[in-house]
């Protein structure tokens, strides 16, 4: 019997961060826009920019950097903000985002497109390391994202 390989196929987006490339399905992707002027809240964790208004609510925007135990450095003005709907409708969140280092790439994705790296150990925010049509990128780990970020009280002052 012969399988659609199509129906194993993934929609995908590349996302460029300060060292890496991000994997993320597109199923998650709300929006990308232009990168914005964000604040950091007061006494909030280095990893949380601030927040960026979108279709009337304010949309906590983090570095996936920071939070994965890099150090933050300074995004230039090619950055965007992805847009990300959140997995846990139990949290009261809707969305967050993610800043990008430059534009992400639209791919698609089969099993063979994809192996994990053996003997790199993921960071904390990093589900696994991966080659994705020879270019070495991360998974994130949306999960322990959304923890991180909904364990704060990240409304804007």
């Given at each position: 019997?012969?399988?659609?390989?199509?129906?194993?196929?993934?929609?995908?987006?590349?996302?460029?961060?300060?060292?890496?490339?991000?994997?993320?399905?597109?199923?998650?992707?709300?929006?990308?826009?232009?990168?914005?002027?964000?604040?950091?809240?007061?006494?909030?964790?280095?990893?949380?920019?601030?927040?960026v208004k979108w279709h009337q609510d304010a949309v906590p925007v983090l570095s996936f950097e920071?939070?994965?135990?890099?150090?933050?450095?300074?995004?230039?003005?090619?950055?965007?903000?992805?847009?990300i709907a959140t997995l846990d409708a139990q949290s009261g969140q809707r969305h967050y985002a993610?800043?990008?280092?430059?534009?992400p790439n639209l791919l698609r994705l089969t099993p063979d497109d994809i192996q994990q790296l053996?003997?790199?150990?993921?960071?904390?925010?990093?589900?696994?390391?991966?080659?994705?049509?020879?270019?070495?990128?991360?998974?994130?780990?949306?999960?322990?994202?959304?923890?991180?970020?909904?364990?704060?009280?990240?409304?804007?002052?």
């Amino acid at each position: 019997m012969d399988t659609d390989s199509s129906a194993l196929d993934l929609s995908a987006l590349l996302l460029p961060v300060t060292g890496q490339l991000l994997v993320v399905p597109t199923a998650v992707v709300a929006e990308i826009i232009k990168r914005r002027e964000l604040t950091p809240p007061e006494g909030a964790p280095e990893w949380l920019l601030g927040h960026v208004k979108w279709h009337q609510d304010a949309v906590p925007v983090l570095s996936f950097e920071a939070l994965n135990g890099q150090s933050l450095t300074e995004q230039d003005s090619g950055s965007r903000i992805v847009i990300i709907a959140t997995l846990d409708a139990q949290s009261g969140q809707r969305h967050y985002a993610l800043l990008t280092r430059g534009v992400p790439n639209l791919l698609r994705l089969t099993p063979d497109d994809i192996q994990q790296l053996d003997g790199v150990a993921p960071g904390t925010a990093e589900r696994m390391k991966v080659r994705v049509h020879g270019q070495a990128a991360a998974i994130p780990d949306l999960d322990y994202i959304e923890k991180s970020l909904f364990g704060l009280n990240t409304e804007p002052g």
